[in-house]
């Protein structure tokens, strides 16, 4: 990031990657010189939603002020996964098939808006790929969607788990 600000590519050239280019681990180092990058990503803490206004601001007084970023996204969501599908089968994980079963139906609100899996593929369905622009906002540089699209599901197959 700081190259291409470096080589003078910046005024010239409009930056575009993957989320994790700008992910909030990364947007320190890389300072002012990721002003203006676009990525996409299923995530950002700017997220305008209860359940992320309650998970940013649970996770920013737990990590001395860090922001979360997709990874933390995904340990929320797993972690509300396994929850309310051993509630469902009353904590007995032995019959594999009603746990999974269970897992497979578990909906809820994520930081990332409604959670649920694709019964073809078992993917998860992005309830959005937020198109972000790194921006300077009060709470420092962050990636504030500037665009969406909705309804994501990976083409993939599945598969088939063996007995």
Known sequence: ????????LKPTVKLTGAGFLTEP???PAQG?????????????P???????????????????????DGFACQGYDTAEVIVRA?????GNTQDKDKLVEAIAKVEFDSP????????KT?????????????????????????????????PGTGCTLPA
């Open 25 to 27: 681990d990364v947007l």
């Open 122 to 154: 078992h993917n998860v369905i992005q309830p959005f790929i937020y198109i972000r622009e790194v921006k300077e906002t009060p709470l420092g540089l962050n990636n504030v969607p500037i665009d969406k699209v909705a309804d994501v599901r990976d």
């Open 46 to 68: 700017l997220l305008d939603n209860p359940t992320n206004q309650r998970f940013v601001k649970d996770f920013r007084e737990k990590f001395a002020g860090k922001m979360p």
């Open 1 to 8: 990031m700081k190259q291409f600000d470096q080589f003078g």
């Open 112 to 119: 990332r808006g409604r959670f649920r899996f694709d019964p």
């Open 32 to 44: 002012k010189s990721a002003l203006g990058a676009i990525t996409g990503h299923f995530y950002t």
């Open 86 to 90: 051993l509630k469902v089968v009353n």
